[in-house]
């Protein structure tokens, strides 16, 4: 490539690089600003009785409190059960650990009242392990009561969240040289020590960055706490929720909204300063996996692998299990049979192909967006300096912002010509791409913090043009990592998240929308048929998954 | 390493179709003047035939917009009152009335065909809003429990204090379940908010008796309610529609002969939803906005509501499917609140019950 590809390269990179900021802008800021002014300002005049309420009962000091509480434990529970998973994933080389990584995502497609159910049916006073234990033993009453505790929110967030954790922990982690590991044990830590002295210190930015996310997601975790904990517990989010959609009253909601953004804002501004360049040794990941040599390798595998399949994917079969035996004596099809069918011939009807290929096409616009948006970003991000932290806190707002906010946002934003986008189909995967885009950049940054400036310098010395640099050099190193991200974009889009629900839209609708308007109406088999879409859709975030890990580097194939 | 040339290919095989699915988005949009744009809640249904039927007669095209519950579409509908989302909105109710009304977000519009709604449907005299539907709340019981443990039914709000009702009743939240509030204004009506006892003394009885109170309808019908065909819940006793039975029966194959859930309508037990649609003030479609209106009134729309939207339609002269006329019982005294009354006392209404119940 000769001088003119350079400059092109150069120019064109100028131009990209405005492009999340942009995005961010148009996107995020400037909705959230305008319906902040309308909620806060309405005749124009500023004000502020909203916060003066959030002072007056202490029932808001409170409900922030449970919300720092929860999240807090949430995470500290999550991180603390995806460690030693990470340390098999990355350490150890065997059959499907590939398709167990990918299917540990599935949790996170589901909505939660389908999770809910999915846990009633497995751990509920009626579900199979209750009705086991007390078939078996002869018991009174069912032994699991977790009905309405703190317990099944904690276990039901880290079921959420568990998997977030583990890959990005272990794509990180597959990519530090082993010989510092084999270095400490030569010297002589083992067990705690080596986990304390060496694992723990050479993983924190995988580890903050997988925390950073998880308390987020706790923190304005919604549907969890509503459903599962009962009307006792209340998060900031269920408040802001309550405040805008329930009560319509905006300005509490405006100012509850900006306490939740702010915290965030403090805790991504105080993550980013305590991030340093880490620059250690990283290797390509075919060295580091090797296959299980002893039994207790071996026995180490086996029980981080059911472990995992008790956490996760018990209560996925037990859905499954529901809807093919709900309303029969035995196992039956038939509630995947009326799917097809449209006997009342309703304008409602969703057939189950065109919810498929709705939810298709819109997660694979969001992940294409959000992977092109999140890489420019972490480039963006990658130089430490006040304005590339003040960026990477903004980044990850729109997962702190509620989607009721962002909903009402768009609704007063986006109404005039350019921007009329109000009831364009176009708007889900851009809200998609907000809340996704945090995901991707999480992913991505700690691994290309984790290339050696040498590195780079070495490539650039040999010749080597800034294109085929990254190409080559940058590209292979974070593509794993980059893999994560999309899958997560995926994810999210097809798990529709929040906000959309709050978008005007004209009728495309997705799996999970189908899957709320047949629990909206009574009778067996609409349950019946909302659990087997439920279940279609675990298929076929499965099947993308799988697809997905084939776009992977070829030469890495089998390793993540 | 050389293999690695086929990320890009990849890449491109997700970025090219993606590019294209954006564009189709953006160049569909094109609008013409005979579409007729319907803002509606997630649960707005109607046969595929009947709007046929609609579009064919005035030769307008119906675009559906939906924007989640019912809640959302009114608040939505007022945010954007300056620059409306359509031209009609459907599915403002009695609970949600007063606050669409202070926003003056309708075009007053009597329809020719007002004269075939019965009056009591008829809230606003101003006509700002049409009626179009209603549906009864009313607590849904199990037949086999009660059955079972020969136990009566309640026939008062008060007999579900006493300890033969302990640990059967699940309620929604009322602060974020429509027919939560519907309950909850149910017992406000009943028991007033002055005097030795009070709704609040009520809902403690209710809590002491050990209610579970859901989030939302489709937790409580589903997962708790041990009435719904399979359900894995334990309590016989929910708040629901008195239109639950028969939708028990119609959604259940082979359907049977007695419903498997009944609805109790003892006067003082019921709360009347209406469920309504007005012209968006700023619409520039009037004229078509005022025949879907009528349509929404005509004998083919409202005949077509009972089985797609399990409500009753407000022509009383509509015939009913024979599921609602065989497993339906419609209430002597249904209670409805003021809406104006409503708007003005829910924060404070819920903000009490929140401190009575929850804390």
Known sequence: MGRNGHSLIAVAWRVLRLAPIAFLAVFFVYPVLTIFGISLAPEGQLDLSGFARLVTSDYYVNTLLFTIWQAAISTILTLGLALPSAYVFSRFQFRGKALFLSLATLPFVLPTIVVAAAFSALIGPRGYVNAFLVTTFGLDAPPIQLERTLLLILIVHVFYNYAVALRIITTYWMNQNPRIEQAARVLGAHGWRLWWYVHLPLLRPAITAAGVLVFIFCFTSFGVVLLLGGPRYATLEVEIFRQARDLFNLPVAAALSIVQIGLMFAMMWVYTRLQRRISSEIVAAEASAQRPKTQRDRITITVTLAFMAVMLFTPLVALALVSVTLGFDGISFQHYQQLGSNPRGSVLFVPPLSAVGNSVAFAASSTALSIILGVVSSYLLLRNNRWSRLLDAAFMLPLATSAVTLGFGFIVALDQPPLNLRQSALLIPVAHTLVAMPFVIRSILPALRAIPENLREAASVLGASPWRRWRWVELPLISRALLVGATYAFVISLGEFGASLFIARPDTPTLPIAIFRLLGQPGGSSYGQALALSTILLLVSAVAFILIERLRTPGARGEF | ?359
Not at chain 2, 105 to 126: G, N, Q, R, W
Not at chain 2, 235 to 262: I, K, M, N, W
Not at chain 2, 267 to 294: C, S
Request: glycine share 6%; net charge negative; proline share 6%.
């Open chain 2, 1 to 359: 390493m050389s293999k690695a040339i086929h990320i890009p290919i990849s890449i491109s095989r997700i970025i090219v179709p993606t590019i294209c699915l954006l564009l189709t988005a953006v160049l569909v949009r094109a609008q013409d003047q005979t579409t007729l744009m319907l803002v509606t809640h997630d649960s707005f249904n109607a046969s595929e035939t009947v709007l046929a039927q609609f579009q064919e007669e005035t030769g307008i095209t119906l675009e559906i917009i939906r924007l989640g519950d019912a809640g959302t579409v009114v608040n939505q509908s007022i945010l954007s009152r300056e620059n409306p989302l359509g031209d009609v909105l459907f599915g403002v109710d009695n609970t949600f009335l007063g606050r669409a009304l202070d926003a003056d977000l309708f075009i007053s519009y009597e329809s020719p065909l007002i004269d075939t709604v019965a009056d009591e449907f008829k809230l606003d005299p101003e006509f700002r809003v049409t009626p179009i539907n209603y549906g009864d709340i009313a607590l849904n019981y199990d037949r086999s429990y009660f059955e079972e443990n020969d136990l009566e039914l309640p026939s008062s709000l008060q007999d579900l204090t006493l300890p033969a009702y302990r640990s059967l009743l699940v309620v929604q939240n009322p602060a974020t379940s429509s027919p939560g509030l519907a309950f909850l204004l149910l017992t406000i009506m009943q028991f007033g908010t002055d005097g030795d006892y009070t709704y609040l003394d009520y809902w403690q009885d209710l809590v002491a008796n050990d209610i579970y109170i859901s989030d939302d309808w489709t937790d409580a019908y589903y997962n708790q309610f041990s009435g719904s065909a399979g359900s894995l819940g334990t309590r016989p006793l929910v708040v629901s529609y008195a239109s639950s039975p028969p939708a028990e029966v119609y959604f259940a194959d082979p359907q049977p002969e007695v419903a498997p859930t009944g609805s109790i309508v003892a006067d003082g037990m019921v709360f009347r939803q209406i469920e309504f649609a007005g012209i968006l003030q700023g619409t520039d479609n009037i004229e078509g906005a005022k025949q879907f209106i009528d349509f929404l009134l005509s004998m083919p729309f409202q005949e077509d509501m009972p089985l797609q939207m399990f409500v009753f339609p407000v022509n009383p002269e509509a015939a009913l499917p024979e599921v609602f006329t065989q497993y339906a019982l419609l209430p002597q005294a249904p209670m409805m609140m003021d809406s104006g009354e409503i708007d003005e006392n829910r924060e404070a209404w819920l903000q009490e019950w929140v401190e009575t119940v929850i804390r």
